[in-house]
């Protein structure tokens, strides 16, 4: 059946050719194809045959010390069979997963469901900018927000553990270093935590104003300034008070459904470094009759130690979609690696983190829209910024 549905498209599409004629070439490639289809299925085939000869052949099944590995191979385990003969080792960690997912990874089944696989595959969409607004220096308003930053990534997840990477298309287009990010994950019904890194060496956007001694501002100043380079890592982690009925799995990690609305109180800690650093060598002549030489240009390097607490729901809107929304401020220590003498940063850190996600189901695939801010605030005696990240991503993916 399937290769004579192959078949009818090649000649449909032959017919929209001039003359709707199939050419030699054309035959000889859809042969081609149909001959590679089937050497596939053929191979398939036979993958599976010795799959079940193996799983099927007699074995000895003494009941021994060495039954265990004999089941194995022919599928036949059974953690619940005391007959078995496990190894003690491989017994404790068993029971250690089967504690640890009744403990941790335990939902009231009324408004909580398992996809029911373990493997999932996302292609994602990321686009985000970087943004600095306030007064960097006395006298002086300003914005700066980098070009919108595309990357394109992958996210590989099993279980509660999920790795991804997104590269800037601008940097596989026409090379260079633009952007990267790198994140990890590890998301179970009490608590979850994610670690990142991410870079942003594009051109930023600066809008600025200068007040002269009078306190008249000289009017808006527009220019775009390469040689800002832009960093952070981090770790956030956070348990749910609620974890038996809401899912921040299922709005984020995609292995879980929400089967009805739900919210949690929440709360964990969070670590940042960031870092800010001018390079004079390729700024602007207007910037550097501010900054002439390397030691005079600003530079914002510090690392967060905050605690947070937050709220977060799920909504549950008809059969396939889930919208969240969760927001997360956090306060704590600041401690600053660069300031200028006589202008000592606050080393109180006052940041906030907002998160929507979207979710369409469908059987094992999934589609969805996830959007991300997080701010801080950056203060001196002479400085005043608040420096964001905002972020939205479209998303695909599969459970296997």
Known sequence: MKRCLLILLLVLSATMLPGGRLSGQDVVSSQDTIQQLSRLQKMKSRVQQRIDEKINEPYDTTRNSGYWWRALKHGKVNFKDSTMGYPKFVMFCYRTYVWGDRAFNSYDSSYVKATGKNWKLILKSNNWVDSYIG???KNVNQIMNSNL????GLSLS???VS?????SVSNLIHGGKVSNKIDFSFTCARFTADAFYWENNNDINITYKIKNVEGVDDGLHKLKQPGISRKAMGLTAYYFFNNRRYAQAAAYCFSKYQKRSAGSWLAGISLQHFDVKFDVEKMSEEIRTYFPTQADAPRTLYNDYCLLFGYGYNWVLGKNWLLNATATP???YRYNHF?????TPSALSLNLRARIGAVYNHKQYFVAFQSFADHHRYSSHTSKLVNSVLEFSIIGGIRF
């Open 135 to 137: 007064h960097p220096v």
């Open 149 to 152: 930053v595309s990357n394109i």
């Open 158 to 160: 099993f279980m509660a």
């Open 163 to 167: 790795v991804g990477y997104s590269i």
């Open 330 to 332: 956090y306060v704590g």
């Open 339 to 343: 300031h200028i003498a006589g202008n």
